[in-house]
């Protein structure tokens, strides 16, 4: 069992900056990879970057030269950084965990990240 709480969204104009948190707690050994997803209203879910246990690091496309994520010393906690914000980056952003031996996924209850003016 893991659970996955997200901090650190708010509100933001456009070209700032924010750094949401996932801080994970329960058996982290059974988590081979961890995401952040992000949903904007009236649109799919999509992936924003994942991050797997060995640090290697995957960026969407639609944000690779603005986010990047990352883990702390410990593990068990992963941000976003998130740089030069536009409104269309206006969305509930989720921390993902994938389990290394079951066909499931943890998620946390979302972070609210709106860019405006």
């Known amino acids: 069992q893991v659970q996955l709480v997200e901090s650190g969204g708010g509100l933001v104009q456009p070209g700032g900056s924010l750094r949401l948190s996932c801080a994970a707690s329960g058996n982290m050994f059974s988590i081979k990879n961890m995401a952040w997803y992000r949903q904007a209203p009236g649109k799919q879910r999509e992936m924003v970057a994942t991050?797997?246990?060995?640090?290697?690091?995957n960026v969407a496309d639609s944000v690779k030269d603005r986010f990047t994520i990352s883990r702390g010393n410990a593990q068990n906690t992963v941000y976003l950084q998130m740089n030069s914000l536009k409104p269309e980056d206006t969305a509930v952003y989720y921390c993902?965990?994938?389990?290394?031996?079951?066909?499931?996924?943890?998620w946390g209850q979302g972070a609210q990240v709106t860019v405006s003016s």
């Open positions: 993902n965990a994938e389990d290394r031996f079951r066909n499931i996924a943890y």
């Open positions: 991050i797997a246990r060995t640090g290697s690091t």
